[in-house]
């Protein structure tokens, strides 16, 4: 089946710190991937959607200056958040779907970010 | 997007099968209906796909009713691994299109 790989896997650093995750797609293309964030005890929350080759789109509340997405092959889509704060701290988990025909989105297994 | 409810938790013991229902009353057309199975920390994983009647596979089944609004996940006999966060999800399958969680419900499965 799809798989989405994520790196790195946990991060620690300090405040002011940018970091960037990585999403890719190992057996299929994706022109679209997706990037969720989630805090402890709650859900997926989408934070934009990765097309390739153009802007991303962001959800609404979500700073783009902050959270930069590139996304500049059928393979590979990069977040990186920007002079991030504690409250950045969260678990950030991307997702892809093939786009061939109905196939479910699968996800990558998450980078767990933590700000000190 | 199609909202969806389904209850905040839920408990079983061990060996019960388990069914947790999913409202969506505004499911359009061309959505399809999944389910997915989240434990602390880790990637949500895909259980379960279907777009009317029943769907089965080899961890669970999935009843849709005629009119689409609602849909029942069933997990047969289960066992303490199976204490997770399942997620209901509706929409279309189309490549540009995200999926949107709702808060899930928290299954506690107890010996």
């Known amino acids: 089946g799809a798989v989405v790989s994520q790196h790195p896997s946990w991060v620690i650093c300090k405040s002011g710190t940018s970091v960037k995750i990585e999403c890719r797609s190992l057996?299929?293309?994706?022109?679209?991937m997706f990037w969720y964030r989630q805090f402890p005890k709650q859900s997926l929350m989408l934070m934009a959607t990765?097309?390739?080759?153009?802007?991303?789109?962001?959800e609404q509340g979500v700073e783009k200056d902050k959270f930069l997405i590139n996304h500049a092959s059928l393979t590979l889509s990069t977040l990186t958040v920007t002079s991030a704060h504690p409250e950045d701290s969260s678990f950030y988990i991307c997702?892809?779907?093939?786009?061939?025909?109905?196939?479910?989105?699968?996800f990558g297994d998450g980078t767990r970010l933590s700000i000190l | 997007l199609a909202k969806t409810t389904q209850p905040i938790s839920m408990d079983s013991y061990e060996g019960q099968e388990v069914n947790i229902t999913c409202s969506h009353n505004?499911?359009?057309?061309?959505?399809?209906i999944t389910w997915y199975q989240q434990f602390p920390s880790q990637r949500p994983r895909f259980i379960i796909q279907?777009?009317?009647t029943k769907v089965t596979n080899e961890v669970a089944s999935l009843f849709i009713p005629a009119d689409r609004k609602s849909s029942t996940l069933s997990l047969p006999r289960v066992s303490l691994s199976d204490t997770a966060v399942y997620y209901c999800?509706?929409?279309?399958?189309?490549?540009?299109?995200?999926?949107?969680f709702g808060k899930g419900t928290r299954l506690s499965v107890i010996a």
């Open positions: 997702s892809a779907r093939d786009g061939k025909g109905n196939q479910p989105q699968h």
């Open positions: 057996d299929f293309q994706a022109t679209t």
């Open positions: 990765s097309n390739e080759g153009s802007k991303a789109t962001y």
């Open positions: 505004n499911i359009a057309t061309n959505d399809y």
């Open positions: 279907g777009y009317k």
């Open positions: 999800l509706v929409g279309e399958n189309s490549g540009n299109t995200p999926l949107v």
